[in-house]
Nanobody, 117 residues
Framework: VQLQASGGGLVQAGDSLRLSCAAS????????MGWVRQGPGKEREFVGN????????YYSEAVKGRFTISRDKGEKKVYLQMGDLKPEDTAVYYC???????????WGQGTLVTVSS
């Protein structure tokens, strides 16, 4: 499977933005599809995850209540809806896939989100 993230851009604090991750190839229903971000000068940070088959989601404490992950199985897309964005959300956002949360073996190329104050 290959992943391609898109939708990043420059927004202001408090704005919303939706990222998309398009997948090609076979995705197993047991797979986990995640979003991971890396801010300037920071280590890579888990954002959230959705189980492809069941649709169950899990979020980091930093984004819980502000971000929502969804997926469209027919379109083979995963979405990251981000709300109430803060400057500390500025990062390159990657979509990833793997057999379990955090154990991602396939990565997209990343899309930059910049939140101005």
């Amino acid at each position: 499977v290959q992943l391609q993230a898109s939708g990043g851009g420059l927004v202001q604090a408090g704005d919303s933005l939706r990222l998309s991750c398009a997948a090609s190839g076979r995705i197993f229903s047991s797979w986990s599809m995640g979003w991971v971000r890396q801010g300037p000068g920071k280590e890579r940070e888990f954002v959230g995850n959705i189980r492809w088959g069941a649709g169950t989601t899990y979020y980091s404490e930093a984004v819980k209540g502000r971000f929502t992950i969804s997926r469209d199985k027919g379109e083979k897309k995963v979405y990251l809806q981000m709300g109430d964005l803060k400057p500390e959300d500025t990062a390159v956002y990657y979509c990833a896939a793997g057999v379990s949360i955090g154990d991602y073996t396939v990565w997209g190329q990343g899309t930059l989100v910049t939140v101005s104050s």
